[in-house]
C-alpha cells in the first residue's frame, strides 16, 4: 500500500521569502511522485514529477523538488514565494507497476503576504 | 489541444435523485480516472478505466456509484439515489498511457439538498 503524509495543512510566508512545502511517502515499491497546484474552483495542474530519473526535478513557475530515497521525502521548493503562488498543493504518490492509481496527501494551503 | 472536459461544472440534486457527471479525456488519451474531494481532504482515487473496460475500481462505493467509458462518447460518473454525504468535487483525469502524468479538469461540484 502507498501512502502519503504532508505535514501541516497551512503554511504562510512572506512575499519573496523561500517556500518549502513537506512531503513525505510511504511505498513497497520505487515510487513515481508528483505535485500539484489547485487554484480556488479549479482542477489540478501538474507543477512537477519524479519517474526515477535524476533526483532534483524542476518544474512550472520556479519550483522544484529533491527526491530522498533515504528519507522518503519529496519537498517542494521555491526560492522566493510571489503573490501568485497562493494555492492549495499536492503532493502524490504512484506505482511504477500496473496500478495507475494516484494516492494524494490531504494537501497544504500555501498564503503569501505582501 | 483541449485539455480534460467536465460538465456541469456545478450540479445540485435533491436526496433521491440521480447525479451523471461527464468527462471527455484530452484527444489521443485512452485512460481516465475519477477522484472525489470532500471537503478539507485530499483527493481519493475512485475508479480507472479504458475504453469499454474498468480497470480498477477499488475506490469506488459498493452501492449506488457506477461508472463507464464506452467507446463513443464521454465517461459517465453515475450516482444514483444521492444523499447528502455525496456533496464534493469531482474530478476526472486523462492519461495517454498507465505510466505517463495524469492532467485533471476543472472538476463537477455536486451540491446534495
Known amino acids: 500500500a502507498q501512502s502519503v503524509t504532508q505535514l501541516g495543512s497551512h503554511v504562510s510566508v512572506s512575499e519573496g521569502a523561500l517556500v518549502l512545502l513537506r512531503c513525505n511517502y510511504s511505498?513497497?515499491?520505487?515510487?513515481?511522485l508528483f505535485w500539484y497546484v489547485q487554484y480556488p474552483n479549479q482542477g489540478l495542474q501538474l507543477l512537477l514529477k519524479?519517474?526515477?530519473?535524476?533526483?532534483l526535478v524542476k518544474g512550472i513557475n520556479g519550483f522544484e523538488a529533491e527526491f530522498k530515497k533515504s528519507e522518503t521525502s519529496f519537498h517542494l521548493t521555491k526560492p522566493s514565494a510571489h503573490m501568485s503562488d497562493a494555492a492549495e498543493y499536492f503532493c502524490?504518490?504512484?506505482?511504477?507497476?500496473?496500478?495507475?492509481?494516484?494516492?494524494f496527501g490531504k494537501g497544504i494551503t500555501l498564503s503569501v503576504r505582501p | 489541444n483541449a485539455g480534460v472536459m467536465q460538465n456541469p461544472r456545478h450540479l445540485v440534486r435533491r436526496r433521491g435523485q440521480e447525479a451523471r457527471l461527464r468527462c471527455s479525456p484530452m484527444?489521443?488519451?485512452?485512460?481516465v480516472y475519477w477522484y472525489r474531494q470532500l471537503p478539507e481532504e485530499g483527493l481519493k482515487f475512485m475508479v480507472y478505466?479504458?475504453?469499454?473496460?474498468?480497470?480498477?475500481e477499488s475506490g469506488m462505493p459498493k452501492e449506488r456509484f457506477s461508472a463507464e467509458f464506452p467507446k463513443e462518447g464521454p465517461s459517465i460518473l453515475r450516482i444514483q439515489q444521492v444523499v447528502r454525504g455525496d456533496s464534493a468535487a469531482y474530478f476526472c483525469?486523462?492519461?495517454?498511457?498507465?505510466?505517463?502524468?495524469?492532467?485533471f479538469g476543472p472538476g463537477t461540484r455536486l451540491t446534495v439538498t
Open positions: 483525469a486523462s492519461s495517454q498511457d498507465r505510466v505517463y502524468e495524469q492532467y
Open positions: 511505498s513497497s515499491v520505487p515510487p513515481y
Open positions: 519524479y519517474t526515477s530519473a535524476a533526483t
Open positions: 502524490a504518490v504512484k506505482r511504477t507497476g500496473a496500478n495507475s492509481k494516484l494516492t
Open positions: 484527444k489521443g488519451h485512452s485512460h
Open positions: 478505466l479504458q475504453k469499454e473496460n474498468i480497470i480498477d
